[in-house]
């Protein structure tokens, strides 16, 4: 039985860039988003709208499925980057 | 909202829309963005995708039209940078029709909602798919007329409350597949945008098929949820996420729109055939009466 | 663009009906493109359109409804193809919503109202003129049509034509008001040599897609019109737009654009216009007559003038615009009146309103459906002449 090495393991972990001011406050990011990443923020963008932000230790969980991406329907919200990380320090 | 923050959220989007798009402004009329529908409307993720079906349909953009009546859904061609004609209500797809009887060259696509295609425009619709024209037919349902403020239309479900119906409704809804069906269209699939990858391959085909497509998409609008067991934005997208089931072979007798939590909602690419569309018979005619010479 | 298909009509002389000359000079104009509803009496427009547009390579197309015909003659012209319907009464009214459709795009397309006696479905089979009004006024809006009254073969011929020509030139929807008379009578008609007939196209963008921003310039009253697939990508819209063609709640956007729609025939109307006048010179009693009842017209004239009665004729060949300013200046010369029409009363209101204010105006109505006789009229104008 072979162990995984989770310090030469590489997983993607995606980054995600949220233009607050285009979001409508639909939360389907945050209801679609496989891994729970995002909810909801306490204050609102000009339009008087939450908008989604990143759950606060979940910084390196996106998986960068670009689930949010796809469904966004204001184009509020995007996968920036993927990065290929070691698994053992990816929190999931 | 002062012309400087609107510039700023046009900025924001177009950097958005970059992702998806190798030339983004090909396809999109970034300076018309952001677009007007509301927040949980599901017709920003349909002009992603129609967008996106566009691009990679083989079929260059000059060759494609967009045609469009009024009401929410109408003002979606009008986000794309296609020659776009946005006409009278319910009217969208005899002037397809005109346009592409006109110029066979052209890639005909009626983007219109229920109340529009077959609600008022039920009749040049099923005459349409009867003569099975070679154009493609993008139904938005949004079980409403969501323009003008949430009226009921042909395809809202028994006893749903609208502004017209405020002690429920008491009429049975058009079921759209055997509708296009028994009128003779020849490609009919259902979608819902969150199937978004089906989604856009379903336009993909739509473009491909030759003769009268139609494609569902079942859409989410406020208007209808708010005063219908939907009430926040997410709640009917989350109906569709797990009362959905993809079922291509589906009976489409059987797959009328109840929006019943108990009932499973069927959506897939359910029909498919070739038949000589009107533009290959009546070019069969042309053909064969020039030969013949002047008869008196 | 003078290149005649060698399957048109020939010149020559023909005794024709008028129907069939109509579809004839709508062949011959380039038009390409029918779709029509049957409705008596025009169906002989569509039928012959039926069986001559596949010899010309055209297309024919008989639609649901009339509301489906006229926007599918919008749909084939803004594809570039020259495009008619043919209707009457009925189908005319449910046309109206694309009346306005056609005016707000800028589309260019002809309606041939073979008119029948109304109101609703009326006498299908027997003339009316009772549509003159509705032609202009029957859509909701601010807008300007041009419509033509033929009242021969040879006219509806030349004024088919003329139609398809002025809706090119000027980007507007033009109506030829036929009736049943000149439609189902037989008649002489001559077809010049094909170099002597102006066939008018409509004016293309001449920049590149690149460089047309504007597409619905305000500066200029009538823009060239990109056709659908020609790679300009422009966005046609039935709302209220500005001038890149993106719909607009703004004021000025909407008072520019109204403006110049209707500017756009007003600034043009002494071109447009046209009218016969029969002995009007020294006349003291003006007849005012159109279409088959100015044929009864004439010969009260011919017959009167035999006893040395001054009495002319006004024609209008164009109902719309309305030749108002030679109304106007006839007015001022006669001291009667007289305007004999087969309806309850059309274009006795613009005859009101542009005469002089002392000039006696009557009015001589007729059951629709008929044709009011000579005599009919000459005992009006007698009962007026006190004779």
Redesign the interface.
Known sequence: MRVLNLEKLLVPVGFLQISPELCKGCGFCIEFCPRNVLEFSEDVNSRGYHYPIIRKGMEMSCSACGMCQRICPDYAIYLEKVEKIPAKKVIR | ?SSS?RF??RE??V???T?YYEGLEQVI?TD????I?????????IL?GLAEAILKSGIP???H?G?SG?GCTG?L??YL????????HG?AV??????????P??EVTVVGGDGDIVTIGG??FI?AARRNHDINVIIVNNFIYGMTGGQYGATTPTGSYTTTSPHGHVEYPFNIPLLAYASGATFIARWT??H??QMVDAFLQMFEHKGFAVVEIIAPCVLYGERNRFP???DM??YF?DRCVIDHEADLRKIGISLDPKEPLAIGNFYKVRRKT?EEL?KE??ER??KEG?KE | MKSFHPRLLKPGRYFMQGNIATAEAALVAGCRFYAGYPITPSNEVAEWMSRRLPEVGGVFIQMEDEIGSIVAVLGASAAGVKAMTATSGPGFSLMMESVGLASMMEIPAVIVNVMRAGPSTGIPTLVGQGDIMQAKWGSHGDYEIIAYLPSSVQEVFDMTIKAFNMAEKYRVLTIVLSDQVIGHMIGKLVVPDYEEIEIIDRELPDVPPEKLIYPFDNSRLISPMPIAGAGYRVNYDSLTHDERGYPSVDRDVSFRLVSRLVRKIRENEKAIAEWEEYYTDDADILLVAYGCTARSAKEVVKKLRRENIRIGLFRPKTAWPFPWWRMNELSKRVSKIVVAEINMGQMLHLVREYSARDVEIIHAPYAPGYMPPPSYIENIVRGVYGA
């Open positions: 909202m923050d700023r959220l924001f989007a950097t958005s829309l992702k009329r018309r963005m952001p677009h529908f509301c927040p949980g409307c599901g017709l920003g993720i992603k953009i000059n060759r039209v045609v009024i003002r061609p009008g940078r296609t020659d776009a004609y946005h006409v009278t009217r005899a002037f397809a029709v005109g346009l592409k009887l006109a110029n060259e052209l009749n040049h005459h945008p969150i978004y990858a926040s934005y997410t997208v989350k996420r009107y009546y005619l042309i009466v020039s002047a």
